[in-house]
């Protein structure tokens, strides 16, 4: 006879869940149903599970509060967008890309500069502070600014985030050295780590708190990300807010319309420019989304 059992997946890898319960890890399997209505487990679903003889089934996936295709994960509290200025170097748009499909689902966004000791990255500070992101700079190198990463993660469901080479399994080490998570040398010539995360999985750091490691991605494998509708991009740009409703036009795109307060202020400095020209290049991709394809 089968128990039954809820419980958070910890990890995901290859068709294997394992789901923590009050009764310790289950490793399980999932429904076939699941797969075929489109509605695969992630890494952070809470989930009912059924146990026999040691074996376990997902059942059925609870209610998600958020969950994103990359990373692909679920009922998140926030998330961590790690950034470097050297080896890797890491663009604004690829920033600006991630942090937009984060807050379109209501989801609070970090900006970590890594890899202060050698590039304090002060350019990339200046622009996501000035556009209304908390921003942490830390060095896995030297420890500096862990702490500070600490205090704001206490508590939370997390996951970290970031182009390849850029540090998150390295700061994760010095958050939880017990861990002792592989990192992976960064190509030189290539300026691109390796990608020593494979799958994306849960690690408690005690007291409610757990991060998710996520694999790095470049840009130019972005395309796989979650979309937005152009109509709602506006909206998951926070430092477009003030402007907002206030163009000569109801329905203006803050592209070419006259009277346009959004470009106004990015002209005038005020909306960063390298928040904008992302902003633009979000909208063409939105605009080529065909809403059947969604369906």
Same mark, same amino acid.
């Given at each position: 006879?089968?128990?039954?059992?809820?419980?958070?997946?910890?990890?995901?890898?290859?068709?294997?869940?394992?789901?923590?319960?009050?009764?310790?890890?289950?490793?399980?399997?999932?429904?076939?149903?699941?797969?075929?209505?489109? +509605?695969?487990?992630?890494?952070?679903?809470?989930?009912?599970?059924?146990?026999?003889?040691?074996?376990?089934?997902?059942?059925?996936?609870?209610?998600?509060?958020?969950?994103?295709?990359?990373?692909?994960?679920?009922?998140?509290?926030?998330?961590?967008?790690?950034?470097? +200025?050297?080896?890797?170097?890491?663009?604004?748009?690829?920033?600006?890309?991630?942090?937009?499909?984060?807050?379109?689902?209501?989801?609070?966004?970090?900006?970590?500069? +890594?890899?202060?000791?050698?590039?304090?990255?002060?350019?990339?500070?200046?622009?996501?502070?000035?556009?209304?992101?908390?921003?942490?700079?830390?060095?896995?190198?030297?420890?500096?600014?862990?702490?500070?990463?600490?205090?704001?993660?206490?508590?939370?469901?997390?996951?970290?985030?970031? +182009?390849?080479?850029?540090?998150?399994?390295?700061?994760?080490?010095?958050?939880?050295?017990?861990?002792?998570?592989?990192?992976?040398?960064?190509?030189?010539?290539?300026?691109?780590?390796?990608?020593?995360?494979?799958?994306?999985?849960?690690?408690?750091?005690?007291?409610?708190?757990?991060?998710?490691?996520?694999?790095?991605?470049?840009?130019?494998?972005?395309?796989?990300?979650?979309?937005?509708?152009?109509?709602?991009?506006?909206?998951?740009?926070?430092?477009?807010?003030?402007?907002?409703?206030?163009?000569?036009?109801?329905?203006?795109?803050?592209?070419?319309?006259?009277?346009?307060?959004?470009?106004?202020?990015?002209?005038?400095?005020?909306?960063?420019?390298?928040?904008?020209?992302?902003?633009?290049?979000?909208?063409?991709?939105?605009?080529?989304?065909?809403?059947?394809?969604?369906?």
């Amino acid at each position: 006879m089968s128990e039954k059992k809820t419980g958070r997946i910890l990890r995901s890898l290859s068709g294997f869940y394992d789901v923590q319960t009050d009764g310790g890890l289950v490793t399980c399997r999932a429904r076939g149903i699941l797969r075929k209505e489109g +509605n695969s487990p992630l890494t952070g679903d809470l989930v009912e599970i059924s146990v026999e003889r040691g074996r376990g089934m997902v059942e059925k996936i609870l209610p998600r509060r958020n969950s994103f295709v990359r990373p692909a994960v679920a009922n998140i509290d926030a998330l961590v967008i790690f950034a470097a +200025n050297v080896n890797p170097v890491t663009e604004p748009y690829l920033i600006d890309r991630v942090a937009a499909i984060a807050l379109a689902q209501g989801v609070p966004v970090y900006l970590c500069v +890594n890899k202060c000791d050698l590039d304090p990255a002060l350019d990339l500070v200046r622009i996501y502070e000035h556009a209304g992101f908390p921003v942490i700079s830390t060095s896995a190198e030297t420890g500096s600014g862990v702490e500070a990463l600490a205090s704001f993660i206490q508590g939370k469901l997390t996951a970290f985030t970031g +182009n390849s080479g850029v540090g998150k399994s390295s700061i994760l080490n010095r958050l939880a050295p017990a861990l002792n998570l592989a990192t992976g040398e960064v190509s030189e010539k290539l300026g691109r780590g390796r990608h020593t995360t494979r799958h994306v999985e849960l690690y408690c750091l005690g007291d409610n708190t757990y991060v998710a490691d996520t694999p790095g991605f470049s840009s130019f494998d972005t395309d796989q990300m979650d979309v937005i509708l152009k109509e709602d991009l506006q909206y998951a740009f926070p430092d477009f807010g003030c402007y907002l409703g206030t163009c000569q036009f109801r329905d203006c795109s803050h592209r070419k319309e006259p009277g346009c307060a959004v470009r106004t202020a990015a002209e005038a400095g005020d909306i960063e420019p390298t928040r904008y020209d992302s902003y633009l290049k979000l909208y063409e991709k939105a605009a080529q989304i065909k809403l059947w394809e969604l369906k």
